[in-house]
Protein backbone atom coordinates (compact mmCIF):
# COMPACT_ATOMS: atom_id res chain seq x y z
CA UNK A 1 0.00 0.00 0.00
CA UNK A 2 2.82 2.07 0.72
CA UNK A 3 4.28 1.82 -2.59
CA UNK A 4 1.19 1.67 -4.05
CA UNK A 5 0.62 5.43 -2.71
CA UNK A 6 3.79 6.78 -3.36
CA UNK A 7 3.91 5.20 -7.14
CA UNK A 8 -0.05 6.89 -7.94
CA UNK A 9 -1.06 8.65 -4.53
CA UNK A 10 -4.20 10.01 -6.29
CA UNK A 11 -5.32 6.25 -7.33
CA UNK A 12 -4.42 4.84 -4.29
CA UNK A 13 -6.16 7.47 -2.30
CA UNK A 14 -9.17 7.47 -4.58
CA UNK A 15 -9.26 3.16 -3.71
CA UNK A 16 -9.25 3.80 0.08
CA UNK A 17 -12.53 3.97 0.15
CA UNK A 18 -13.82 1.38 -2.09
CA UNK A 19 -12.40 -0.84 0.18
CA UNK A 20 -13.77 1.20 3.42
CA UNK A 21 -17.43 1.24 1.76
CA UNK A 22 -17.11 -2.42 0.62
CA UNK A 23 -16.22 -3.89 4.25
CA UNK A 24 -19.03 -1.97 5.71
CA UNK A 25 -21.72 -1.71 3.34
CA UNK A 26 -21.93 -5.02 1.01
CA UNK A 27 -23.45 -7.62 1.56
CA UNK A 28 -24.62 -10.75 -0.41
CA UNK A 29 -28.44 -10.10 -2.52
CA UNK A 30 -30.23 -12.98 -3.11
CA UNK A 31 -30.94 -12.26 -6.64
CA UNK A 32 -34.00 -14.24 -8.69
CA UNK A 33 -31.03 -16.28 -11.51
CA UNK A 34 -31.70 -17.39 -14.67
CA UNK A 35 -29.29 -20.72 -15.20
CA UNK A 36 -29.39 -20.28 -18.74
CA UNK A 37 -27.73 -16.95 -20.47
CA UNK A 38 -29.19 -17.84 -24.16
CA UNK A 39 -32.50 -17.49 -23.89
CA UNK A 40 -33.82 -14.85 -21.29
CA UNK A 41 -31.09 -12.36 -23.06
CA UNK A 42 -32.22 -13.13 -26.86
CA UNK A 43 -35.88 -12.36 -25.58
CA UNK A 44 -34.91 -9.09 -23.80
CA UNK A 45 -33.62 -8.33 -26.87
CA UNK A 46 -36.54 -9.46 -29.08
CA UNK A 47 -34.62 -12.09 -30.86
CA UNK A 48 -35.10 -15.55 -31.44
CA UNK A 49 -33.27 -18.66 -30.11
CA UNK A 50 -30.78 -20.54 -30.61
CA UNK A 51 -29.23 -18.03 -32.12
CA UNK A 52 -26.52 -18.37 -35.25
CA UNK A 53 -24.05 -16.21 -33.55
CA UNK A 54 -23.35 -19.02 -30.71
CA UNK A 55 -20.86 -21.07 -32.94
CA UNK A 56 -18.94 -17.99 -34.46
CA UNK A 57 -18.68 -16.64 -31.10
CA UNK A 58 -17.75 -19.93 -29.88
CA UNK A 59 -14.70 -20.63 -32.47
CA UNK A 60 -13.75 -16.78 -31.27
CA UNK A 61 -13.86 -18.02 -27.20
CA UNK A 62 -11.43 -20.95 -28.45
CA UNK A 63 -8.72 -18.54 -30.63
CA UNK A 64 -8.45 -16.43 -27.27
CA UNK A 65 -8.19 -19.10 -25.25
CA UNK A 66 -5.32 -20.33 -27.20
CA UNK A 67 -3.84 -17.05 -27.70
CA UNK A 68 -3.39 -16.03 -24.23
CA UNK A 69 -2.31 -19.60 -23.51
CA UNK A 70 0.80 -19.13 -26.25
CA UNK A 71 1.79 -15.93 -23.98
CA UNK A 72 1.74 -18.38 -20.64
CA UNK A 73 -1.65 -17.13 -19.66
CA UNK A 74 -4.63 -19.10 -18.48
CA UNK A 75 -8.18 -17.55 -18.47
CA UNK A 76 -10.32 -18.10 -15.41
CA UNK A 77 -10.94 -16.63 -12.13
CA UNK A 78 -8.85 -15.10 -9.93
CA UNK A 79 -6.34 -14.64 -12.93
CA UNK A 80 -5.76 -11.16 -12.68
CA UNK A 81 -4.65 -11.25 -9.05
CA UNK A 82 -8.04 -10.75 -7.02
CA UNK A 83 -9.45 -10.08 -10.40
CA UNK A 84 -10.85 -12.78 -13.22
CA UNK A 85 -11.86 -12.55 -16.72
CA UNK A 86 -14.95 -12.73 -18.27
CA UNK A 87 -16.28 -16.49 -17.87
CA UNK A 88 -17.44 -17.99 -21.28
CA UNK A 89 -21.63 -16.94 -20.57
CA UNK A 90 -20.59 -13.03 -20.20
CA UNK A 91 -18.55 -13.59 -23.00
CA UNK A 92 -21.55 -14.83 -25.35
CA UNK A 93 -23.38 -11.87 -23.71
CA UNK A 94 -21.06 -9.65 -24.76
CA UNK A 95 -20.79 -11.37 -28.30
CA UNK A 96 -24.22 -11.21 -28.67
CA UNK A 97 -25.34 -7.77 -27.37
CA UNK A 98 -22.68 -6.66 -30.18
CA UNK A 99 -23.57 -8.58 -33.26
CA UNK A 100 -27.41 -7.71 -32.70
CA UNK A 101 -27.24 -4.34 -31.41
CA UNK A 102 -24.49 -3.19 -33.87
CA UNK A 103 -23.41 -0.65 -31.00
CA UNK A 104 -21.73 2.42 -32.40
CA UNK A 105 -20.36 3.36 -28.93
CA UNK A 106 -19.41 1.02 -26.44
CA UNK A 107 -17.78 1.50 -23.58
CA UNK A 108 -16.41 -0.90 -20.69
CA UNK A 109 -14.75 -0.53 -17.27
CA UNK A 110 -11.82 -2.81 -16.52
CA UNK A 111 -9.49 -4.81 -19.48
CA UNK A 112 -6.68 -6.87 -17.78
CA UNK A 113 -5.82 -9.31 -19.59
CA UNK A 114 -8.69 -8.01 -22.35
CA UNK A 115 -11.09 -10.89 -23.29
CA UNK A 116 -14.53 -8.72 -23.38
CA UNK A 117 -12.31 -5.99 -25.27
CA UNK A 118 -11.30 -8.68 -27.53
CA UNK A 119 -14.49 -10.17 -27.87
CA UNK A 120 -16.26 -6.63 -28.50
CA UNK A 121 -13.43 -5.57 -30.99
CA UNK A 122 -13.92 -9.24 -33.11
CA UNK A 123 -17.43 -8.53 -33.29
CA UNK A 124 -16.91 -5.12 -33.86
CA UNK A 125 -14.90 -6.01 -37.10
CA UNK A 126 -17.49 -8.39 -38.18
CA UNK A 127 -20.50 -6.23 -38.00
CA UNK A 128 -17.65 -3.26 -39.86
CA UNK A 129 -18.06 -0.90 -37.69
CA UNK A 130 -18.51 0.82 -33.61
CA UNK A 131 -15.79 1.32 -31.29
CA UNK A 132 -14.91 0.64 -27.82
CA UNK A 133 -13.50 2.63 -24.90
CA UNK A 134 -12.15 0.92 -22.51
CA UNK A 135 -11.57 2.35 -18.84
CA UNK A 136 -9.09 0.50 -17.12
CA UNK A 137 -6.92 1.29 -13.93
CA UNK A 138 -4.06 -1.58 -14.37
CA UNK A 139 -3.70 -3.78 -10.87
CA UNK A 140 -3.51 -1.22 -8.25
CA UNK A 141 -1.53 -2.86 -5.90
CA UNK A 142 0.31 -5.70 -8.74
CA UNK A 143 2.64 -3.33 -10.94
CA UNK A 144 4.28 -6.73 -12.35
CA UNK A 145 1.23 -7.56 -13.36
CA UNK A 146 0.51 -4.77 -15.59
CA UNK A 147 2.57 -5.89 -18.29
CA UNK A 148 -0.40 -8.35 -18.88
CA UNK A 149 -3.22 -5.57 -19.89
CA UNK A 150 -4.80 -6.48 -22.71
CA UNK A 151 -3.15 -9.29 -23.65
CA UNK A 152 -6.05 -10.87 -25.41
CA UNK A 153 -6.38 -7.87 -27.76
CA UNK A 154 -3.81 -8.24 -30.78
CA UNK A 155 -2.59 -5.25 -32.44
CA UNK A 156 -4.96 -5.77 -35.50
CA UNK A 157 -7.77 -4.81 -33.92
CA UNK A 158 -6.80 -1.43 -32.67
CA UNK A 159 -7.87 0.89 -34.78
CA UNK A 160 -11.30 0.30 -33.30
CA UNK A 161 -10.06 0.31 -29.32
CA UNK A 162 -9.27 3.35 -27.70
CA UNK A 163 -7.45 2.04 -24.20
CA UNK A 164 -8.04 5.27 -21.39
CA UNK A 165 -6.12 4.80 -18.60
CA UNK A 166 -7.31 5.12 -14.79
CA UNK A 167 -9.91 4.20 -12.51
CA UNK A 168 -13.18 4.58 -13.50
CA UNK A 169 -14.00 6.98 -10.68
CA UNK A 170 -11.55 9.60 -12.94
CA UNK A 171 -12.07 8.96 -16.14
CA UNK A 172 -15.65 7.81 -16.85
CA UNK A 173 -17.58 10.67 -16.38
CA UNK A 174 -15.36 13.02 -18.91
CA UNK A 175 -15.50 10.20 -21.38
CA UNK A 176 -19.87 9.72 -21.29
CA UNK A 177 -19.68 13.73 -21.57
CA UNK A 178 -17.15 13.49 -24.43
CA UNK A 179 -19.35 10.74 -25.91
CA UNK A 180 -22.68 12.06 -25.28
CA UNK A 181 -24.55 8.54 -25.93
CA UNK A 182 -23.07 5.33 -25.32
CA UNK A 183 -24.89 2.35 -27.02
CA UNK A 184 -23.54 -0.31 -24.86
CA UNK A 185 -21.94 -0.42 -21.12
CA UNK A 186 -19.98 -3.07 -20.15
CA UNK A 187 -19.16 -2.92 -16.23
CA UNK A 188 -16.17 -5.38 -15.20
CA UNK A 189 -13.82 -3.31 -12.96
CA UNK A 190 -14.05 -2.82 -9.50
CA UNK A 191 -16.96 -4.76 -8.08
CA UNK A 192 -17.76 -2.59 -5.09
CA UNK A 193 -21.07 -1.76 -4.41
CA UNK A 194 -19.95 2.05 -4.03
CA UNK A 195 -18.06 1.83 -7.85
CA UNK A 196 -20.81 -0.14 -9.48
CA UNK A 197 -23.11 2.28 -8.38
CA UNK A 198 -20.96 5.13 -9.52
CA UNK A 199 -20.44 3.64 -12.72
CA UNK A 200 -24.43 2.56 -13.62
CA UNK A 201 -25.48 6.05 -12.36
CA UNK A 202 -22.87 7.38 -14.37
CA UNK A 203 -23.47 6.07 -17.77
CA UNK A 204 -27.15 5.46 -17.60
CA UNK A 205 -28.85 8.96 -18.31
CA UNK A 206 -26.17 8.78 -21.67
CA UNK A 207 -27.19 5.26 -22.69
CA UNK A 208 -29.72 5.44 -25.85
CA UNK A 209 -33.24 3.96 -25.62
CA UNK A 210 -32.87 0.55 -26.49
CA UNK A 211 -29.44 -0.09 -25.26
CA UNK A 212 -28.09 -2.30 -23.25
CA UNK A 213 -25.97 -2.50 -20.00
CA UNK A 214 -24.14 -5.81 -18.88
CA UNK A 215 -22.89 -5.97 -15.30
CA UNK A 216 -20.43 -8.50 -14.14
CA UNK A 217 -20.72 -9.60 -10.81
CA UNK A 218 -24.22 -8.43 -9.41
CA UNK A 219 -23.51 -10.55 -6.10
CA UNK A 220 -24.39 -7.25 -3.86
CA UNK A 221 -26.99 -4.81 -3.63
CA UNK A 222 -26.03 -2.12 -6.24
CA UNK A 223 -27.43 -3.61 -8.87
CA UNK A 224 -30.88 -3.91 -7.76
CA UNK A 225 -30.39 -0.49 -5.95
CA UNK A 226 -29.51 0.85 -9.64
CA UNK A 227 -33.19 -1.11 -11.00
CA UNK A 228 -34.98 0.51 -8.38
CA UNK A 229 -33.79 4.04 -8.60
CA UNK A 230 -34.06 3.60 -12.80
CA UNK A 231 -37.78 2.55 -12.49
CA UNK A 232 -37.21 -0.94 -12.92
CA UNK A 233 -36.57 -0.84 -16.78
CA UNK A 234 -35.91 -4.73 -18.26
CA UNK A 235 -33.36 -6.61 -16.69
CA UNK A 236 -31.91 -9.73 -16.09
CA UNK A 237 -29.36 -11.99 -13.42
CA UNK A 238 -27.65 -14.69 -15.61
CA UNK A 239 -25.59 -16.73 -13.78
CA UNK A 240 -21.92 -17.07 -14.86
CA UNK A 241 -20.70 -20.64 -16.96
CA UNK A 242 -17.87 -21.56 -14.22
CA UNK A 243 -19.68 -21.13 -10.84
CA UNK A 244 -22.29 -19.38 -9.03
CA UNK A 245 -20.99 -15.98 -10.28
CA UNK A 246 -23.97 -13.44 -11.63
CA UNK A 247 -23.81 -10.88 -13.86
CA UNK A 248 -26.87 -8.24 -14.88
CA UNK A 249 -28.27 -7.01 -18.04
CA UNK A 250 -30.66 -3.86 -18.41
CA UNK A 251 -32.00 -2.65 -21.15
CA UNK A 252 -32.94 1.01 -21.20
CA UNK A 253 -36.54 1.54 -22.50
CA UNK A 254 -36.62 3.44 -25.89
CA UNK A 255 -38.16 6.75 -23.59
CA UNK A 256 -36.66 7.09 -20.73
CA UNK A 257 -36.28 9.38 -17.78
CA UNK A 258 -32.33 9.33 -16.57
CA UNK A 259 -31.72 7.85 -12.76
C1 LIG B 1 -12.30 -8.24 -13.67
S1 LIG B 1 -10.89 -7.52 -14.39
C2 LIG B 1 -11.41 -7.21 -16.04
C3 LIG B 1 -11.59 -8.45 -16.86
C4 LIG B 1 -11.80 -8.18 -18.33
N1 LIG B 1 -13.02 -7.45 -18.57
C5 LIG B 1 -11.80 -9.47 -19.10
O1 LIG B 1 -12.86 -9.95 -19.50
O2 LIG B 1 -10.72 -10.01 -19.31
C6 LIG B 1 -10.92 -5.94 -13.62
C7 LIG B 1 -9.98 -4.89 -14.22
O3 LIG B 1 -10.39 -3.61 -13.69
C8 LIG B 1 -9.26 -2.92 -13.17
N2 LIG B 1 -9.73 -1.97 -12.16
C9 LIG B 1 -9.71 -2.08 -10.79
N3 LIG B 1 -10.22 -1.00 -10.22
C10 LIG B 1 -10.61 -0.19 -11.22
C11 LIG B 1 -11.25 1.10 -11.27
N4 LIG B 1 -11.59 1.74 -10.16
N5 LIG B 1 -11.51 1.64 -12.48
C12 LIG B 1 -11.16 0.99 -13.63
N6 LIG B 1 -10.55 -0.21 -13.64
C13 LIG B 1 -10.29 -0.80 -12.47
C14 LIG B 1 -8.39 -4.05 -12.65
O4 LIG B 1 -7.06 -3.63 -12.41
C15 LIG B 1 -8.54 -5.03 -13.81
O5 LIG B 1 -7.71 -4.66 -14.86
Not at 13 to 22: F, Q
Not at 73 to 89: H, I, M, P, Q
Request: net charge negative; aromatic share 8%; charged share 20%.
Amino acid sequence: MARALARDPVETLLYAPEVVAHQLFDRQFAYQVEEDWGPSLHHVLGLEWPCLECSGYQQVWNRIEADLDEKGLSVGRWTYGEYSDADASLGAAVWCAVRHLSPATVVETGVARGVTSRLVLEAMSLNEGGHLWSVDLPHPLRPELHAETGAAVPEGLHDRWTYVRGSSRRRLPSLVAQLGQVDLFIHDSLHTGRNMRFEMGTVWPALRGGGVMLVDDVDNQSFADFLGRAGQPESLVLRAADGPWMFGMVRKPQRSAGT
